[in-house]
């Protein structure tokens, strides 16, 4: 059984940072794709980021193995552990905009429970 964990949001100031982390069990984790998703309020899921299995070293230290959405590129960092199966997500210069329930997924067939994030003064 597939299992998602997040973990790592809560209440943060515009302009501050947050790192969710996502523990991942019951797959092969190192040949998975993973993504982080959010949905804000009032509005449908999207994708944040992609983080691509199997690739090879020079598209890990290039980059290349990695895909943001345009309101992600330069603030987020996506980056996974296969020794602790785990994809973490480093989010900073925060805003309200990213206010939103962010979730783990795995090939995007399997969904974590979400995680909060509040951006609010």
């Known amino acids: 059984q597939v299992r998602l964990v997040e973990s790592g949001g809560g209440l943060v100031q515009p302009g501050g940072a947050l790192k969710l982390s996502c523990e991942a069990s019951g797959l092969d984790f190192s040949r998975s794709h993973m993504y982080w998703y959010r949905q804000r309020p009032g509005s449908q899921r999207e994708l944040v980021a992609a983080i691509y299995s199997d690739t090879s070293y020079s598209d890990i230290t290039s980059g290349r193995n990695r895909e943001y959405a345009d309101f992600a590129r330069g603030r987020f960092t996506i980056s996974r552990d296969d020794s602790r199966d785990t994809v973490l997500l480093q989010m900073s210069d925060l805003n309200s905009e990213d206010t939103a329930v962010y979730y783990c997924?795995?090939?995007?067939?399997?969904w974590g429970q979400g995680t909060q994030v509040t951006v609010s003064s």
């Open positions: 997924s795995a090939e995007q067939k399997y």
